[in-house]
Nanobody, 131 residues
Framework: EVQLQASGGGLVQAGGSLRLSCAGS????????IGWFRQAPGKDREGVTF????????FYVDSVKGRFTIFRDNAKNTAYLQMNNLKPEDTAVYYC????????????????????????WGQGTQVTVSS
């Protein structure tokens, strides 16, 4: 059974950094596409970044490009979201999601921004950035 556990959130000052973790169990993470999503207060959930299971290509929304990095550690069966130069507008609950279909960047963009076609979701972790 696919299980995901997101962790690593917290309270940081603007300009600070956090690394979020997405620990997988019951499946091999290197065989799945991974997406990070966030939902700010009063806003819809949105996709933030994605790494493909078909060609390892990545995608970042413009608001985080150059500041956030998605990567895997297959030995630990864990995915990460490294967040640098955090801004108050990054404040949100962050969610990790995966899918075992062969998904390229072009595929996720065919789905709604709230889920990008991902089928398995972990529990969110709160990130709060103070000004």
């Amino acid at each position: 059974e696919v299980q995901l556990q997101a962790s690593g959130g917290g309270l940081v000052q603007a300009g600070g950094s956090l690394r979020l973790s997405c620990a997988g169990s019951g499946f091999a993470l290197d065989e799945y596409a991974i997406g990070w999503f966030r939902q700010a207060p009063g806003k819809d959930r949105e996709g933030v970044t994605f790494i493909s299971d078909s060609d390892d290509s990545t995608f970042y929304v413009d608001s985080v490009k150059g500041r956030f990095t998605i990567f895997r550690d297959n030995a630990k069966n864990t995915a990460y979201l490294q967040m640098n130069n955090l801004k108050p507008e990054d404040t949100a609950v962050y969610y990790c999601a995966v899918d075992d279909d062969q998904m390229a960047v072009s595929d996720i963009l065919l789905h709604g921004e709230t889920y990008w076609g991902m089928n398995y979701w972990g529990q969110g972790t709160q990130v709060t950035v103070s000004s």
